[in-house]
């Protein structure tokens, strides 16, 4: 049996709705993305720049926890300043986190055994990369600013026919709230005015850092969905909205898995295929979303 049409696309925004798009018009396939610059793309590209074993930085980001600074400032409860630095650094500098990863990447790339790996590790295992944390950070935040090349159109056009479809368009996102005045949020600057034009296309922009509350954690989805459900009713559907009448558009497996569990539809929005979900979009709606990029 056909799942029933949704009444609420909630879309990340990192890695879904911004990235860059580099098309080549000389390629035969000229549609289709060569290169997405995204978080993840900043983090392998500064992983090789400065010989870090791939996926390190990742790993640490992950393993650090609720109490690790990242997260800490996705939920709002440090500022954006040098005490996250200081605590971002650290993070990227555990040693026996280190060591266990270490193991890993030498079964992996010299094709050791788990026991072969361990013993040569206790004898050459090198200190912890020497990450500049707040190098990093700005890295990561300054490529991922740019409107995706499908899917800032996409919502362009589903943000003009939302309203008599009947659909909510909403975020649920992972942020951090940038200093008073940075060029970021600054209504005067290209970032700031995009930030602007970018919010004004939801109807509900659940922000972590704002709410106290962060993706994976189940509790961001429950609050997501209470303010959804508030929304649906004083717009006068008084069925209101149940996770099941969500579809969630987003680019990590964590978030999407979290996502299922509490009810909603998901929909996978791979690296550098955003042109994937535009259709998978399409076919929800049923509307034509497609087309030349908008100009900003």
Same mark, same amino acid.
């Given at each position: 049996?056909?799942?029933?049409?949704?009444?609420?696309?909630?879309?990340?925004?990192?890695?879904?709705?911004?990235?860059?798009?580099?098309?080549?018009?000389?390629?035969?396939?000229?549609?289709?993305?060569?290169?997405?610059?995204s978080?993840?793309?900043?983090?392998? %590209?500064?992983?090789?720049?400065?010989?870090?074993?791939?996926?390190?930085?990742?790993?640490?980001?992950?393993?650090?926890?609720?109490?690790?600074?990242?997260?800490?400032?996705?939920?709002?409860?440090?500022?954006?300043?040098?005490?996250?630095?200081?605590?971002?650094?650290?993070?990227?500098?555990d040693? *026996?986190?280190?060591?266990?990863?270490?193991? *890993?990447?030498?079964?992996?790339?010299?094709?050791?055994?788990?026991?072969?790996?361990?013993?040569? /590790?206790?004898?050459?295992?090198?200190?912890?990369?020497?990450?500049?944390?707040?190098?990093l950070?700005?890295?990561?935040?300054?490529?991922?600013? *740019?409107?995706?090349?499908?899917?800032?159109?996409?919502?362009?056009?589903?943000?003009?026919?939302?309203?008599?479809?009947?659909?909510?368009?909403?975020?649920?996102?992972?942020?951090?709230?940038?200093?008073?005045?940075?060029?970021f949020?600054?209504?005067?600057?290209?970032?700031g005015?995009?930030?602007?034009?970018?919010?004004?296309?939801?109807?509900?922009? /659940?922000?972590?850092?704002?709410?106290?509350?962060?993706?994976?954690?189940?509790?961001?989805?429950?609050?997501?969905?209470?303010?959804?459900? *508030?929304?649906?009713?004083?717009?006068?559907?008084n069925?209101?909205v149940? %996770?099941?009448?969500? /579809?969630?558009?987003?680019?990590?497996?964590?978030?999407?898995?979290?996502?299922?569990?509490?009810?909603?539809?998901?929909?996978? /929005?791979?690296?550098?295929?955003?042109?994937?979900?535009?259709?998978?979009?399409?076919?929800?709606?049923?509307?034509?979303?497609?087309?030349?990029?908008?100009?900003?």
């Amino acid at each position: 049996m056909p799942s029933p049409p949704p009444k609420v696309l909630l879309f990340d925004i990192g890695g879904v709705c911004v990235g860059i798009s580099l098309i080549s018009p000389s390629s035969s396939h000229s549609n289709r993305p060569l290169q997405v610059v995204s978080p993840f793309a900043a983090i392998l %590209a500064y992983e090789k720049q400065n010989s870090i074993p791939i996926g390190w930085i990742n790993t640490a980001i992950s393993a650090s926890g609720k109490t690790g600074a990242w997260a800490k400032l996705e939920r709002g409860q440090i500022p954006l300043d040098s005490s996250f630095f200081s605590g971002f650094t650290s993070d990227l500098s555990d040693e *026996k986190l280190w060591r266990n990863f270490y193991i *890993k990447h030498l079964e992996k790339t010299r094709k050791e055994t788990g026991a072969q790996a361990a013993e040569e /590790v206790v004898f050459q295992v090198p200190a912890p990369p020497n990450i500049d944390g707040e190098k990093l950070y700005w890295q990561m935040m300054t490529v991922s600013r *740019k409107p995706d090349s499908h899917m800032w159109p996409a919502l362009q056009k589903l943000r003009k026919h939302a309203k008599q479809k009947g659909y909510i368009v909403a975020a649920l996102s992972n942020t951090s709230i940038f200093p008073e005045g940075h060029e970021f949020n600054s209504p005067d600057t290209p970032d700031g005015i995009f930030h602007a034009e970018l919010r004004g296309l939801f109807d509900l922009f /659940v922000s972590s850092a704002h709410v106290g509350m962060r993706k994976p954690d189940e509790e961001i989805y429950h609050y997501t969905i209470d303010a959804l459900d *508030k929304l649906a009713r004083e717009r006068g559907d008084n069925d209101g909205v149940t %996770a099941g009448d969500i /579809v969630f558009f987003d680019d990590i497996g964590t978030n999407l898995r979290t996502g299922r569990k509490v009810g909603m539809r998901t929909v996978k /929005v791979e690296l550098g295929r955003a042109d994937k979900a535009v259709e998978e979009l399409e076919r929800l709606t049923g509307l034509h979303l497609r087309g030349e990029s908008s100009k900003l």
